[in-house]
T-cell receptor
Framework: GAGVSQSPSNKVTEKGKDVELRCDPI?????LYWYRQSLGQGLEFLIY????????KSGLPSDRFSAERTGGSVSTLTIQRTQQEDSAVYLC???????????????FGSGTQLSVL | AQSVTQLGSHVSVSEGALVLLRCNYS??????LFWYVQYPNQGLQLLLK??????LVKGINGFEAEFKKSETSFHLTKPSAHMSDAAEYFC????????????FGKGTKLSVKP
């Protein structure tokens, strides 16, 4: 596609329910990132996929959070037993190569606004 | 592990005044440093980045940043603020050997007064 696509754009759920957020990166991009953006917390790193390497999960806040990337393309972020503090905008980004490349940069999706009631 | 600290969650300047947004990093190996900007109701976009070579980096819209290893800083500057510069600015660091992971600071919201 032309850009990074995330779905749904908005998700309202009840506390305790599970949610799945989807990210379609730009075709051919090997690197894929998930971030969480909330007031006062800036951009919080969650997880990073690079090619076939084991993902860097060091940013996942608890074991309720998990993510997978199938076939090196689409990624799904799953939050189990949602809590009100999970409410935030979840952003996905991708890049063709690792970002230290001279001409590399992240392309961000529009995000999923998650509201946990 | 690398980290980024942005001093000041909110900075306000007058139109035409100097813009200075501060960023300090922590890294045990040479870092790669970035500034991203998020305009109201828009997605994040790259403003500029330092990887290797010249330590003074020029970006879009008249912004520039200087990598100072001795001060572990990568402050963002613009000589003369414009109303259209009002946005949230994020500093970020990546380290080779971390698989290219990119860690962001908490952001600085820039307001520009007429």
């Amino acid at each position: 596609g032309a850009g990074v696509s995330q779905s749904p754009s908005n998700k309202v759920t009840e506390k305790g329910k599970d949610v799945e957020l989807r990210c379609d990166p730009i075709s051919g991009h090997t690197a894929l990132y998930w971030y969480r953006q909330s007031l006062g917390q800036g951009l919080e790193f969650l997880i990073y996929f690079q090619g076939n390497s084991a993902p860097d999960k060091s940013g996942l806040p608890s074991d309720r959070f998990s993510a997978e990337r199938t076939g090196g393309s689409v990624s799904t972020l799953t939050i189990q037993r949602t809590q009100q503090e999970d409410s935030a905008v979840y952003l996905c980004a991708s890049s063709l190569l690792p970002v230290w490349g001279t001409n590399e940069k992240l392309f961000f999706g529009s995000g999923t606004q998650l509201s946990v009631l | 592990a690398q980290s980024v600290t942005q001093l000041g969650s909110h900075v306000s300047v007058s139109e035409g005044a100097l813009v200075l947004l501060r960023c300090n990093y922590s890294s045990s190996v040479p870092p790669y440093l970035f500034w991203y900007v998020q305009y109201p109701n828009q997605g994040l976009q790259l403003l500029l980045k330092y990887t290797t070579g010249a330590t003074l980096v020029k970006g879009i819209n008249g912004f520039e940043a200087e990598f100072k290893k001795s001060e572990t800083s990568f402050h963002l500057t613009k000589p003369s603020a414009h109303m259209s510069d009002a946005a949230e600015y994020f500093c970020a660091v990546s380290v080779r050997g971390s698989q290219g992971n990119l860690i962001f600071g908490k952001g600085t919201k820039l307001s520009v007064k007429p």
